[in-house]
């Protein structure tokens, strides 16, 4: 079945350390995003990459950071200078070659620093 | 930049209509969805609009006037499992898709 797959679902971390959440998908799409969630919020946009090799900020992209080495990967990291990383992280793709920009998202990461 | 506003709470009754809104601003623009997402888990598309007009899917129809920079979702005869939010997300240029903080939909019997 293609989709996309986030893991690990809970992860809990100590305040300092970086943790990196990892995201693939299978669905051949090339744009894939990262999402923040706070409790009661909309998704604010991290980072987003159209190709492999690119990536771009999104709105709140201080103390995170991307890469897209694979089409099919799009891993973030949390480094220890993000203030409030507590939240749950959405990953989602893009369809390529349409005019469609619908997201299929990930079943998102809930991330807990102590 | 983008701007987009929706209420934040709203509650229906178990078999009614209710209309959720939606007002954007945008640099640019490609592009309406709706989402539904309920707690804990990740929004599931409901619907994309990129011309003026109503579009109906079943129970859910969602309306766009880009003159306006106004949209709404539509929800005929309310269901229990309906209560989730409702998520508003215009996309922009370079693939770029803002989503609005979201609707609280509580339906009640």
């Not at chain 1, 797959?5 to 959440?21: A, D, H, M, W």
């Not at chain 2, 701007?3 to 809104?21: F, K, L, R, S």
């Not at chain 2, 990740?42 to 994309?48: M, N, R």
Request: hydrophobic fraction near 30%.
């Amino acid at each position: 079945d293609g989709g996309i797959t986030q893991s690990p679902k809970y992860l809990f971390r100590k305040e300092g350390q970086n943790v990196t959440l990892s995201c693939e998908q299978n669905l051949n799409h090339d744009a894939m995003y990262w999402y923040r969630q706070d409790p009661g919020q909309g998704l604010r946009l991290i980072y987003y990459s159209q190709i492999v090799n690119d990536f771009q900020k999104g709105d709140i992209a201080e103390g995170y950071s991307v890469s897209r080495e694979k089409k099919e990967s799009f891993p973030l990291t949390v480094t220890s200078a993000q203030k409030n990383p507590t939240a749950f992280y959405l990953c989602a793709s893009t369809p390529t070659g349409t005019s469609s920009y619908e997201q299929y998202f990930g079943p998102g990461t809930r991330l807990t620093v102590t | 930049g983008q701007n987009i506003d929706q209420p934040t709470e709203m509650t229906a009754t178990e078999g009614a209509i209710v209309q959720i809104n939606c007002t954007y601003q945008t640099s640019g623009f490609n592009g309406l969805f709706w989402y539904q997402q309920h707690a804990g888990e990740a929004p599931t598309f409901l619907s994309y609009n990129v011309l003026d007009g109503l579009e109906e899917k079943g129970r859910f129809s969602s309306f766009l006037s880009r003159s306006k920079g106004y949209s709404y979702l539509l929800l005929k005869e309310l269901q229990m499992k309906d209560s989730a939010s409702y998520l508003c997300a215009v996309a922009g240029g370079y693939q770029k898709v803002t989503f609005g903080t979201g609707t609280k939909l509580q339906v009640i019997p």
